[in-house]
């Protein structure tokens, strides 16, 4: 089991920038997948992005471009670095652990309280 905590979100306007971490307890996080997802008000929780302990990466459409994800496994910490926000990123963000590198959130086991973001126009 992997506890999980987020930091990083904020309000920003649009256009701008923030940087998610995700910081891992447990001796085995270099050997998890690392997931981010997001939830806006009355809205299904959608995949962001993830990546695997080899450095292999996968982002939703929307974000490709804008978002990057990575991990620093000496630190424990999976970082979403979010440049050129929009409003339609809005969201409560949340980083997850998963034994394969997927975008189903069923295969995560493992979920920190997540951050809120907030882009204004």
């Known amino acids: 089991q992997v506890q999980l905590v987020e930091s990083g979100g904020g309000l920003v306007q649009a256009g701008g920038s923030l940087r998610l971490s995700c910081t891992a307890s447990g001796r085995t996080f270099s050997r998890y997948a690392m997931g981010w997802f997001r939830q806006a008000p009355g809205t299904e929780r959608e995949f962001v992005a993830t990546?695997?302990?080899?450095?292999?990466?996968d982002y939703r459409d929307s974000v490709k471009g804008r978002f990057t994800i990575s991990r620093d496994n000496a630190k424990n910490t999976v970082y979403l670095q979010m440049n050129n926000l929009k409003p339609e990123d809005t969201a409560v963000y949340s980083c997850?652990?998963?034994?394969?590198?997927?975008?189903?959130?069923?295969?995560?086991?493992?979920w920190g309280q997540g951050t809120q973001v907030t882009v204004s126009s």
């Open positions: 990546i695997d302990w080899s450095g292999d990466t």
């Open positions: 997850a652990a998963a034994r394969i590198l997927t975008r189903n959130s069923a295969f995560y086991g493992d």
